[in-house]
């Protein structure tokens, strides 16, 4: 993409540089959007911005007023699947050390800082280490840590300050600065540099003129501390985005071409067929045109059973084929596949803002501001007071390093970059925080019945065999006929047979059933009608068989040869397996659930009855789904609807939470909040519980961090904490913010 050309219009994703804090999002955001007709939303621990623009506003402009707020943005490029690393014992492994190498600058800057810093703070804490001189030690350990360590801090305060701007780097850039002159007006004005000079370490400042105070071990720890705290956050940040690059990585680098040619996968053309073989990954989402095998999704999906795939099953790239040669037809390539959309839907996700976020964003953008004018009342509070310009001093710098508002920026992204990421290895994706937030108030969930509850799939429920006959020999007849018919009844019956005895003769009578012969058999297959035209009548067992299939809702057919009636097959959409402890959960969550159908109600009692569902909505037309989710609304109730098909699609845009199985339509899909890779309705109560767990912990991160703010700034301004120990708290908070988000990654 070339920045400069005029657009129609749209969206763009903006990677963004130099931001150091949640008010540096809030600066940028708050410019773009002050263009007409750009709506802009930036995500500090994405470091991306999501900018929709008009016609008449090209990237190069959208690129150009961020720089002119001090920071580069450009296109991202696509993200690179990590390289793998040669470990010792010449394995293979994917590579962790990108995580350090993109950290590496930072790392060394701590280090040399750290290691500096000790002995001033060392020296400053315990009287017993004060030698002769040691005030020039301590300068000279102490300024190339507040130079050097501290760079990052004062260039950024600088590039703020030129824009006519604040943010958390101007508070320690002015802190840290201020305790270092201080220290030097005190070792070269005052009575600090004095051979013999001593004082003794103090949590709580005392007063004083300050002539005789040095502040070396307060500019070089908190610079220290705060080092600290970036590099733990940023490390923290890209563990918790392992997850979405993981994903990306996930996909097969070569693809062997039915030619036999190996080619990049990025080669491969929709409609190519491609070979598979055993313990190799699926290049593509495809079709098997011929083989048989088992596939492993797990990595994908979280399913850790194979399934079993033959021709003309779907197959998805990333998977595994544990055993049989496949050869596959490739029907998605590149950012069509499942594993692409999972990818953009995460990724899409994390740079969301929930409501709170975007209250902590507003705060955040007015709090530096107000934070410096606190630091200088502080101070003139206190020298009005009498106590000293030391204690005025210490107490207003307190106040500006402790105030700074990392955490709070912190509390929201990093919470929503585990959570959806940890959603996405289990096989759920979640769309955004708006869905997060929508979780937590539902009381009923809508379920559609086929496709969701059930397989979709019509299967033999039983073979009810006349007196005398042998229920085995019938369903072999039976099923060989059913195998050359198309029938979904008949499919299910052929497949429960699967027999290989000879067809001959074969005649599809159009609505009543099938005939032929089969190992000599003149064989009969369908409605009782059928069998009524050729003067066959059933024994009364068969016709009160017939009664009680219908009163369970199954579909029926008779079989029978050589003049007779042999049988009653029963057939019915077949209930996942899963599907009644899923409803278990859903109710131990608080939820209410409703079956939803156009079937009948007699077989949606019958499916409701097995899966332990009390309230049936049945023989709804698909147009009037959308209306039964009104209705549920009309009545107070907070609505999540879970459907696969395109006719669920309207309800699930309806609902107030739209989960969608992976394994339906793709616009069934579109309209959810949240996707259900796998298909198993046990998920929908993981992915409850997941949302509301991420919800949580946000709300958690976010009282923490108010908390910290509300009660550490009067503790400064009272003068009960030094400016070393302020910035101690400020890095621990924002660590203990991203460690509780990094909790969601051990969610089960």
Known sequence: MTTGEPTVGG???????????????????????????????????????????????????????????????????????????????????????????GLAPLRQRLITSAVLSVPVVAMAMIPALQFDNWQWLSLALAGPVVVYGGWPFHRAAWTNLRHGAATMDTLVSLGTIAAFAWSLWALFFGTAGMPGMRHGFELVPSGGDGSGNIYFEAAAGVVTFILAGRYFEARSKRRAGAALRALLSMGAKEVTLASGEQVPIASLATGDLFFVRPGEKIATDGVVEEGSSAVDASLLTGESVPVEVRPGDAVTGATVNVSGRLTVRATRVGSDTQLARMARLVEDAQNGKAAVQRLADRISAVFVPIVIA????????????????????????????????????????????????????LGILIKGPEALESTHGIDTVVLDKTGTVTSGTMTLQDVHAAPGQDAGEVLRLAGAL???????????????????????????????????????????????????????????????????????????????????????????????PTSAEAVAALRALGLRPVLLTGDNEAVARRVAEAVGIDEVIADVLPADKVDVVKRLQSEGRVVAMIGDGVNDAAALAQADLGMAMGTGADVAIEASDLTLVRGDLRVAADAVRLSRRTLRTIRGNLFWAFAYNVAAIPLAASGLLTPMIAGGAMALSSVFVVSNSLRLRRFK
């Open 374 to 425: 606190l630091s200088v009342a502080t101070l003139g509070f206190w020298l009005g007071s009498g106590a000293g310009s030391v204690a005025a001093f210490t107490a207003a710098v307190a106040v500006l390093i402790i105030a700074c508002p990392c955490a709070l920026g912190l509390a929201t992204p990093t919470a929503l970059l585990v959570g959806t990421g940890r959603g996405a290895q």
């Open 482 to 576: 059913e195998a050359a018919s198309e029938h979904p009844v008949a499919r299910a019956v052929a497949r429960a047979a699967n027999s290989t005895a000879e067809v001959e003769d074969f005649v599809n009578i159009e609505g009543l059933g099938v005939q032929g012969v089969v190992d000599g058999h003149a064989v009969l297959v369908g409605r009782p009608r059928l069998f009524a035209e050729w003067s066959q009548a059933l024994p009364a067992s068969l016709e009160e068989e017939l009664d009680r299939a219908r009163a369970r809702g199954e579909t029926a057919v008779v079989a029978g040869w050589d003049g007779e009636v042999r049988a009653v097959l029963t057939v019915a959409d077949e209930i996942k």
């Open 11 to 101: 969206e763009i994703e903006l990677a963004i540089g130099g931001m150091t804090c949640a008010s540096c999002a809030a600066r940028i955001e708050r410019r773009l959007n002050k263009l007409e007709g750009v709506s802009a939303t930036v995500n500090y621990a994405t470091e991306k911005a999501k900018v929709a623009y008009p016609g008449e506003i090209t990237h190069d402009d959208l690129i150009a007023e961020v720089r002119k707020a001090g920071y580069t943005a450009e296109p991202p490029a696509p993200p690179a699947p990590p390289e793998p690393v040669t470990a010792p014992d010449g394995s293979e492994r994917s590579g962790e050390h990108d995580e350090h190498d």
